[in-house]
């Protein structure tokens, strides 16, 4: 019998791997967690807190506000972006030269940078000299984001469907076009409604992407920084202030290091824990009951 | 259920044309008895699903009309003209439970609770699927979900015809027989007009009274499966029909002679009236060619190969470049690679320009 011969030098194969994954994603989080079990106040010197951090965090007020109103807005914009990009797929053409039309038409919002977008609608809005805010005020429609908590919220939640929507749109749109003639067909033969079609065809046909555009604008949406920050910086007080925004004033205006890394890995952790369960409920829709009744 | 008849129809994808080459369906006239089984057979590409479409109005055809009984229904949508269509591949929704994809024809139309339950469980019965009743039907196998499919073609009792393309493609041999069987069954209990497209011969010689060969968008012939096979009106349907296909050689005309190269055939028969320079060929099923020990009355062929398919042997055979295929249960009696082939001459037929071409009795 031959013994069965080892060979070590496929680690080497993943080293570069490792490395990768090591300087892009391990080390700077490592750091994060090293600062947040620590105190400094500058010069390099540092003092162990132990879970000081974790703790004022889980009770501070300021936390939960912004935990909230990220929660809020992440909601709203999914619940507009989601059925307003299924409807817009569902609307779009199938063939003919509107689908290219439509589909760079689509694209173009999502190829603008960030912080372009923000300075558009901070300029759009604007009372003075945009032509939204201009033409509202001057319809007698009280609208300054700078001022109203609702306003900017309005002009954020707006700015933020505008910019997004297209990738649920393009997303729904693909899995549509996916789906074979022979169903249509078949639904037409059936005798089966519009509604029908689309409840018991192309809504379980789009579930796959649909999956997809909700765990990526949720992430997305979640990490919400630089928009508002162009638009409201936010404010006014600190109605708009979402969590991203909030982690800066406090690492970078306060140089608050401990207590802002503490902050951004329960903030981590919350998003790995939404999406796991956003995950786990959609994969599993229509999964469940192999004996739902009749 | 109803009588269909198509009148002049043709079909061009591109639109109204005058040039017939652009006509994926040639001008065909057609009517289907009700109550009839009826088989479209061709190969990939020869008009049939474009046929069937046309018949479920998913497809307007370019002329002619399309009438269910007496009403013209050419322009009429899909959803009213009250027909089922079976596809090639499953179509389910993936939601619904099997009872509910089975019931999903009958609920659109309104009818109650009372009367889709025991239709549906009569027909889940029939189709083997009663005990996964009650599963999401996206957890069913292929083969089940096309039965499925085949279900919510026959759960309506009143419709004008059940057309079927390609339906048995994704099932396994051994379980297509048996939803044949099955089909066959359920034509004869129910009555449907039933349409049935397919590029299989053995499907369509089982499952129909009368067969459509289509071949190149037009109808090339229409008969009983013994028709089909006995005399077939063109070299088409003796290639496509039959394992192995007839055999078709060019030859020449002699008198009662027919002469292949120069061996002559006497045919017993005269053919008169052969437009000059048309293609005439000689065309025998291998089951009607015999093998002789060499020397006898038949043509001096020599044998190249013999493949053994258990209840019979084809023989290969050369006569000179021509091949002819031979059908034969026993090769008793033949020593060495020579033979003579003789002809049964009441199987032979004559083809002039693809088309049979028919003979006076001596």
């Known amino acids: ?294 | 259920m109803a009588k269909v008849t198509l009148k002049e129809i043709a079909h061009s994808y591109t639109g109204y044309s005058e040039n017939p080459d652009d006509y994926a369906l040639k001008k065909l006239d057609l009517t289907w008895r009700d109550g009839g089984a009826y088989a479209l057979l061709g190969p990939s590409g020869c008009g049939k699903t474009t046929l069937l479409n046309i018949i479920s109005g998913l497809l307007i055809p370019t002329k002619g009309q399309v009438l269910f009984n007496d009403q013209d229904v050419t322009r009429l949508p899909t959803e009213q003209r009250n027909i089922a269509q079976i596809f090639q591949f499953p179509v389910i929704y993936d939601t619904m439970t099997v009872f509910q994809n089975l019931a999903f024809p009958l609920k659109n139309r309104g009818r109650t609770k009372e009367e889709i339950e025991p239709r549906v469980i009569e027909l889940a019965k029939m189709l083997n699927l009663e005990k996964d009743l009650y599963t999401k039907a996206q957890h069913l196998t292929a083969d089940a979900k096309q039965k499925i499919s085949l279900g919510r073609g026959l759960i309506r009792t009143s419709v004008n015809a059940i057309l079927f393309d390609e339906p048995l493609t994704v099932i396994d041999p051994q379980l297509k027989w048996q939803l044949r069987s099955q089909l066959k069954f359920l034509h004869k209990k129910f009555g449907f007009t039933m349409i049935y497209v397919t590029h299989d011969q053995t499907e369509a010689l089982t499952f129909a009274d009368e067969v459509i060969v289509m071949y190149e968008g037009a109808i090339v012939q229409i008969g009983t499966p013994e028709a089909l096979f006995e005399r077939p009106e063109h070299t088409f349907v003796g290639y496509f029909i039959g394992s192995p296909g007839m055999n078709i050689v060019p030859c020449r005309l002699q008198g009662n002679q027919a002469m292949i190269d120069d061996h002559a055939l006497v045919l017993g028969k005269t053919y008169r009236d052969i437009p000059t320079g048309a293609k005439i060929e000689i065309g025998i099923r291998p089951e009607y060619l015999r093998l002789a020990p060499p020397g006898g009355k038949g043509l001096p062929v020599n044998i190249q190969k013999v493949d053994d398919i258990g209840r019979y042997k084809i023989v290969r055979v050369g006569l000179n470049n021509r091949k002819f295929n031979v059908v034969m249960t026993e090769l008793s009696g033949m020593t060495g690679d020579n033979a003579s082939l003789v002809f049964n001459m009441n199987h032979t037929n004559i083809y002039v320009n693809d088309h049979l071409f028919v003979g006076d009795q001596q």
């Not at chain 1, 639904?187 to 192309?202: E, H, N, P, T, W």
């Open chain 1, 1 to 294: 019998m031959i013994a069965k011969q080892t060979n070590q030098k496929a680690w080497f194969m993943v080293l570069p791997v490792f490395l990768v994954v090591a300087f892009s994603a391990v080390i700077p989080l490592m750091t994060v967690v090293n600062y947040s079990v620590q105190d400094t106040f500058g010069n390099n010197v540092f003092t162990w807190v132990g879970m000081d951090w974790f703790k004022d965090l889980i009770h501070s007020e300021r936390f939960h506000a912004a935990f909230l109103k990220q929660l809020m807005f992440s909601g709203i914009i999914l619940l507009i972006e989601v059925p307003l990009g299924i409807v817009i797929a569902l609307a779009m053409p199938k063939k003919g030269w509107g689908v290219p039309v439509c589909l760079i038409g689509m694209a173009l919002p999502l190829l603008i940078p960030w912080n372009v977008v923000g300075t558009i609608w901070q300029i759009f809005g604007r009372v003075d000299i945009g032509l939204l805010g201009h033409t509202l005020a001057s319809l007698g429609i009280h609208y300054n984001y700078t001022q109203d908590p609702v306003a900017a919220w309005i002009t954020i939640i707006i700015m933020d469907v505008w910019h997004w929507t297209s990738l649920v749109v393009l997303l729904c749109y693909a899995g549509l076009c996916s789906i074979p003639d022979a169903y249509y067909q078949a639904a037409k033969i059936d005798g089966a409604s519009r509604l029908a079609v689309f409840r018991y065809i192309q809504l379980p046909k789009m579930q796959r992407v649909l999956l997809i555009a909700i765990l990526l604008r949720f992430m997305d949406s979640f990490m919400i920084y630089t928009e508002p920050f162009v638009i409201t910086g936010g404010g006014p007080g600190n109605s708009t202030t979402f969590m991203s925004i909030d982690l800066v004033k406090m690492a970078v205006g306060q140089f608050d290091l401990g207590p802002a890394a503490a902050m951004s890995l329960v903030y981590f952790l919350v998003i790995l824990l939404l999406c796991w369960v956003f995950y786990t409920v959609m994969s599993n829709v229509g999964e469940e009951s192999s004996n739902g009744g009749k």
